[in-house]
């Protein structure tokens, strides 16, 4: 397929068919070996240049810096890890007939704070968000580090070892109201920095997916050294290794649980004292979601929480979108939750007891893994009623879609809502429209511009429509048939007078 204007293709024929008439007429041999010369000069320029296709396929998996991997490279890490095939039941789905539509008839119910945090925090990817008992917004920052194709190896293996651990603070706590920097600390100790939570006591448990590695460090990382290591420094693997670990969440009598997430699509349970208790959850990646799973299969299990009141863990099914919820004493499975306007990727969820118990949610860019790229899709923050299993509100930086959101955090009374976002680099804050205050009127129309500006990027990356101007090269080749066909009419000319005046 070649790349050059309707006009100039019409120019070619034309030229062609004169050229062919003059023939028989009035051309001898050299006007027509110039003509076929000039013909061929402009057909290999034509084939010298690259075909061009008008749409492209959609960009499954965004590629500047986020968790996202492209499909060939998601199921290496998933074959590689040992998935298991699985005859998935297929019930019939509920239909939605247009999904943009039903997600426009969606409440907002929380108010996007577009102040906060304060100008001078300066932010790398933001993996994760939780609180401190002072209330304090912990997060969990790469700073200059960039999650790339190439940044682990087929086995798994973090890359970029020479460039050692990461020199600034990666863990800021920030105060709720102005988003001030209360403390920092975290320099010179992580590579990759994804899942981090605070505990009932303070502690702080994050996780490594370079060091393939969990740690649990004491209240504000007093000591610098981590109080607890679990997992072997670089080194992936199954049993009492990890495999690029994602997420911690712990239990009031100091039991805890671990995500080991990307590769053995896993969930361990541990003592206080860090000894296994059980261990639960298959590797089985459908490419697709489905209303009902089966239970116990990931396809990343990429965020957890706890539900107390109902003694639950609860896990993002990433590339299944779903969460999947567990009895937290033994691990049995106790029921699954998905809804087709959330999508089929869903990075992180957050329990309330608000409203008789809500999960918060976040979804991810694109639709399934290469599979219909027709089904629509938004990004957004998602309120889901655990009782009923319905979606109640979305929400989003000023009510329009997120770009690559990665983690979300919800106070207990449900107030406040506060989510980690990839790139762009931010932490988000959004309060309950019950408590929030009248923005000026500068600061709406300023924070819409940024928010239009995110929202089009985040279009960008993922869907089919790719805006293509002509380029250089298209143009040269245009111009050069117009040329032939003008020098192929003006040859013909001059040869017909030339016979005219000899005979």
Not at 32 to 48: H, Y
Not at 59 to 64: E, M, P
Request: glycine share 6%; net charge positive; with cysteine.
């Amino acid at each position: 397929m070649f790349v050059y204007s309707i006009a100039a293709e019409q120019a070619f024929h034309r030229a062609r068919t004169t050229m062919f008439s003059t023939r028989s007429k009035s051309m001898d041999r050299a006007s027509l070996g110039i003509a076929w010369c000039l013909l061929l000069f402009v057909v290999l320029l034509l084939e010298a240049q690259p075909a061009a296709s008008q749409t492209q396929s959609s960009v499954r998996y965004l590629q500047n810096g986020n968790d996202n991997v492209n499909s060939n490279s998601m199921q290496q890490m998933l074959k590689g890890a040992g998935a298991t095939p699985v005859n998935w039941p297929q019930p019939p789905k509920q239909v939605i007939p247009d999904v943009k539509t039903e997600l426009a008839k969606l409440n907002t119910t929380y108010v996007y704070q577009n102040a906060w945090p304060a100008n001078n925090v300066k932010l790398g990817a933001v993996t994760a968000v939780s609180f401190d008992k002072a209330g304090n917004v912990v997060i969990f920052h790469r700073v200059d580090r960039v999650w790339g194709q190439n940044t682990f190896d087929n086995r798994n293996q973090y890359t970029e070892k020479f460039r050692g651990p990461i020199r600034e603070s990666t863990i800021l706590a920030l105060e709720p109201q102005t988003g001030k920097v209360q403390y920092d600390w975290g320099k010179n100790f992580f590579y990759m920095p994804h899942g981090l939570t605070v505990d009932p006591e303070d502690n702080v448990w994050v996780t490594d997916v370079a060091m393939h590695q969990v740690f649990k460090f004491a209240p504000r990382g007093a000591g610098g050294k981590p109080l607890l290591t679990l997992g072997v420094t670089f080194q992936p693997g199954i049993g009492k290794k990890f495999c690029k670990p994602t997420s911690v969440a712990v239990l009031n009598n100091g039991d805890f649980f671990v995500a080991d997430g990307y590769c053995n699509a896993r969930i361990l349970k541990y003592s206080q004292a860090g000894e296994l208790i059980l261990t639960w959850g298959q590797n089985s990646f459908a490419g697709v979601s489905y209303d009902v799973a089966p239970q116990n299969y990931f396809a990343i299990p990429h965020a957890l929480t706890l539900v107390p009141d109902q003694q639950l863990l609860c896990a993002a099914d990433r590339e299944n979108g779903r969460v999947q919820c567990f009895h937290s004493s033994n691990g049995t499975f106790y029921s699954q939750y998905h809804n087709q306007l959330i999508g089929d990727r869903l990075f992180s969820m957050a329990y309330t007891p608000a409203e008789g118990g809500q999960l918060v949610i976040v979804n991810g860019p694109t639709a399934e893994l290469g599979i219909h790229p027709e089904h629509y899709n938004e990004v957004h923050g998602f309120v889901l009623s655990m009782g009923s299993k319905q979606v109640l509100s979305k929400f989003g930086p000023n009510n329009m879609q997120f770009h690559n959101p990665h983690d979300v955090a919800v106070t207990t009374d449900g107030k406040e809502i506060y989510v980690a976002e990839l790139n762009p680099a931010r932490i988000h804050k959004f309060v309950h429209k019950s408590l929030a205050k009248p923005m000026s009127l500068s600061a709406t129309k300023d924070s819409s511009i940024t928010s239009d500006l995110s929202e089009s990027s985040a279009l960008d990356a993922s869907t089919q429509q790719t805006v293509h101007h002509p380029s250089g090269k298209a143009i040269l080749v245009s111009s050069l048939m117009l040329i032939f066909a003008g020098s192929t009419f003006a040859l013909a000319l001059f040869f017909a007078q030339r016979r005219k005046r000899d005979a």
